[in-house]
């Protein structure tokens, strides 16, 4: 069966600090990959989302990037963290030809 | 612009009572639409997913309806648990090749004892 992990579960950074949060799917081969972010009180906002190693797309503009350097891994980046970076943030994927959603626990950062 | 909106925000029901919470889209052309629960400080849940085709599905007390004419759906819960207490999230996906579903903000359920 498939399985999604993400890390650290909590995170608590300065202002300023760089931020690199990771997602690693098991069990399928050719995820779609996508991060999101939830704040307080807030719907899901999709960061970014990949197709394929090395295929990224960001849906929003921001101080945020993200990398697929192989298959099932995604990693979420930033290199000076702000503090509307606080958040609650999502891992999920999707096969190839299916549009259901499967999420990870996700990962809550404080920046302070 | 694609748009999912549901209601009510947030609603607060007694153990062992029903609930519906209602999801309205704008979602053009429609792929699917699935509902979410999502416990406080978790990913969230699948719990239904619907095609154009489908107008009800059902996962134990959980049961979706979907009126594709309308561009409507709810979730009825039965016989609440407090287990139930969750938010509850609407999602619609697009088809036509396109990754990008839109998620609605979420129904805040609480059930007290």
């Known amino acids: 069966s498939q399985t999604i992990h993400q890390w650290p579960a909590t995170l608590v950074q300065p202002v300023g600090s760089p931020l690199s949060l990771e997602c690693t799917v098991e069990?399928?081969?050719?995820?779609?990959l996508y991060w999101y972010r939830q704040a307080a009180g807030r719907g899901l906002q999709l960061l970014f989302y990949?197709?394929?190693?090395?295929?990224i797309s960001s849906e929003v503009p921001q101080n945020l990037s993200a990398s697929r350097p192989q298959d099932r891994q995604f990693i979420l980046s930033s290199k000076k963290l702000l503090l509307s970076d606080s958040g609650f943030y999502l891992c999920a994927w999707s096969a190839e030809s299916v549009l259901e959603q499967y999420f990870g626990p996700g990962t809550r950062l404080t920046v302070t | 612009k694609n748009q999912v909106e549901q209601s009510p925000q947030s609603l607060i029901i007694l153990e062992g009572k029903n609930c519906t919470l209602q999801?309205?889209?704008?979602?053009?052309?429609?792929?699917?639409l699935r509902w979410y629960k999502q416990d406080t400080g978790r990913g969230p849940v699948s719990l239904t997913i619907m095609t154009f085709s489908e107008n009800t599905k059902s996962n134990g007390r959980y049961t979706a309806t979907l009126d594709a004419d309308t561009k409507q759906s709810s979730l009825h819960i039965t016989a609440s648990q407090l287990s139930d207490s969750a938010s509850y999230i609407c999602v619609v996906s697009p088809s036509g090749g396109s990754y990008i579903p839109t998620f609605g903000r979420g129904t805040s359920l609480i059930v007290h004892p």
């Open positions: 990949s197709v394929g190693i090395g295929q």
């Open positions: 999801c309205n889209y704008t979602v053009s052309p429609f792929s699917n």
């Open positions: 069990g399928t081969s050719n995820p779609n």
